[in-house]
């Protein structure tokens, strides 16, 4: 029998669906048996939903200003973007 | 665009790539707004510090423009890039907080206790409880009070949505090591987040 601290090593792998069928039936029985696993294992889930595809914010616009004024300095003074040198 | 090109399909990073290797500065500057966001949400996490951020931003591009012609394109550009990104952002950040140790090894001591002390279901849908920026700023927080190692893997992993390979290769860690440390920032998130986000009430149900 897998002790939660077992489990919870496993929990990237559960997740992601990349435990060998064997390990997941493991796995499942003890998460189904465990109210504590079964939330650590629900609430990261959760967790990692809420952050997956955050897009992220458009550069304000003084900075991408900025940004494109050195760059553009840089790719007039050098040419093509040549080797070091 | 012309008529004669009715859909304008975007040009892979490959092909701008190889463009911008043969001299081609619009080729290169598209590359750059094709990814400046991402590159500075990851400069911003990392140095936690806004003027470092941009600093950081520029010398990126900068760094990468200069050495295109050693981009093999074995990696993605933008794994390549990124790369680039911790490196420079792990600099500002050591001078910055100059004597302290940062690196991407994993803290010493890490009891499973401090990340499991909140073990409480979540509201159905916490996220519809907050607007968009309060979300964001929730979120945001949370990841900032990580570890400078959790909070990188985490936003490549889960937020950049890179691959385990990529992320080690981006960080110069291997995959076990990449692995281990997502774990620890998942699991870390998770407590933070429960404090926000977990059912009211479920703490009185303890007492009865
Ligand atoms: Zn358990």
């Known amino acids: 029998m897998l002790s939660c601290r077992d489990v919870l090593g496993w929990l990237n792998e559960y997740l992601e669906e990349t435990a060998d069928l064997e390990t997941r039936r493991h796995l499942e029985a003890h998460v189904n048996a465990c109210p504590n696993c079964w939330v650590i294992f629900d609430t990261t889930k959760k967790t990692i939903q809420v952050y997956k595809g955050m897009e992220p914010l458009a550069l304000p616009e003084d900075v991408e200003l900025r940004l494109m004024a050195v760059l553009r300095r840089r790719m007039e003074s050098g040419g093509s973007a040549a080797p070091p040198a | 665009m012309t008529p004669t090109q009715p859909r304008t399909v975007?040009?892979?990073?490959?092909?701008?790539?190889?463009?911008?290797?043969?001299?081609?500065?619009?080729?290169?500057?598209?590359?750059?707004?094709?990814?400046?966001?991402?590159?500075?949400?990851?400069?911003?996490?990392?140095?936690?510090?806004?003027?470092?951020?941009?600093?950081?931003?520029?010398?990126?591009?900068?760094?990468?423009?200069?050495h295109l012609s050693t981009f093999e394109g074995n990696s993605k550009f933008y794994t390549w890039l990124v790369r680039i990104a911790v490196?420079?952002?792990?600099?500002?950040?050591?001078?910055?907080?100059?004597?302290?140790?940062?690196?991407?090894?994993?803290p010493v001591s890490t009891g499973d206790e401090e990340i499991m002390r909140e073990i409480a279901v979540w509201e159905s849908t916490p996220e519809q409880k907050y607007s968009q920026t309060e979300l964001r700023g929730i979120l945001d927080e949370a990841v900032q009070s990580l570890e400078p190692i959790y909070r990188t893997v985490f936003l490549l992993r889960d937020v950049d949505e890179l691959s385990t390979e990529e992320a080690a290769e981006s960080l110069?860690?291997?995959v076990p090591a990449v692995k281990s440390r997502l774990l620890r920032a998942r699991l870390q998130l998770r407590e933070k987040l429960t404090r926000v986000f977990k059912r009211k009430g479920d703490d009185l149900f303890a007492f009865l």
Not at chain 2, 51 to 66: G, I, N, P, S
């Open chain 2, 172 to 174: 110069g860690l291997t």
């Open chain 2, 87 to 106: 490196n420079e952002s792990l600099m500002k950040l050591r001078k910055r907080k100059s004597g302290k140790q940062v690196s991407l090894d994993e």
């Open chain 2, 10 to 66: 975007p040009a892979g990073d490959d092909d701008l790539v190889r463009r911008a290797k043969a001299g081609d500065s619009a080729a290169f500057s598209e590359l750059v707004q094709r990814y400046n966001r991402r590159i500075f949400r990851l400069t911003k996490h990392i140095t936690q510090n806004q003027e470092d951020a941009e600093d950081v931003l520029q010398e990126v591009f900068m760094k990468a423009y200069t």
